[in-house]
């Protein structure tokens, strides 16, 4: 059974204010839409992942939350996991590999340049540097979640807010 990944960087956040940590940083009104436009897009697709895995920093929770919304998905089962903000690709693959065999598709939500480097790893594609609330949709044939590692799957596409239409 073919599985899918769905890699989102979250939306545009405010500036690193000198009082408030990194990880406390909030998605601008800008970044709200844009999370929208991408779970529209998403909706649109008839994309609903089994499981929606985020950061705990808020504008990773919140770019979630937006996209749940949109796409039908319960945002209260959202699954925040701490060592996506600053535990690195590997946290990524980690969280990835350790999903039930029987999920057909997944969602995470983190930051850059962990996400853009996991889509690159996972693909051997070039993905570059993943704009704000983009998403790389990530195929994979023959393997189940804990198998999941470099060069195993294929992307099967990527969008970014500004692609889409802003009405």
Known sequence: ????????????AEDRAVFMSDHDRQLTSDGIMAAARIGRYLHEKAIVPDVLISSTAPRAKDTAKVIAEQIG????????NNLLFDGGPKAYLAA????????ESAMIVGHN??????????????????????VVAVTFDDVNWAEV??????VAFQIAPR???QD
Do not use: W
């Not at 059974?1 to 545009?12: C, D, E, N, Q, S």
């Not at 990835?96 to 999920?103: C, Q, R």
């Not at 962990?114 to 993905?127: G, M, P, R």
């Not at 590692?149 to 294929?154: D, E, I, V």
């Open 73 to 80: 998905f319960d945002p209260a089962t959202i699954q925040l």
């Open 1 to 12: 059974m073919p599985i899918t990944l769905f890699i989102v960087r979250h939306a545009k």
């Open 113 to 134: 340049p962990d996400v853009s480097y996991l889509a690159e790893f996972l693909t051997h594609q070039s993905i570059g540097s993943m704009s704000k609330g983009a």
């Open 163 to 165: 692609q889409l239409s």
């Open 96 to 103: 990835i590999n350790a999903l039930p065999d029987d999920l």
């Open 149 to 154: 590692s470099g060069r195993t799957g294929s």
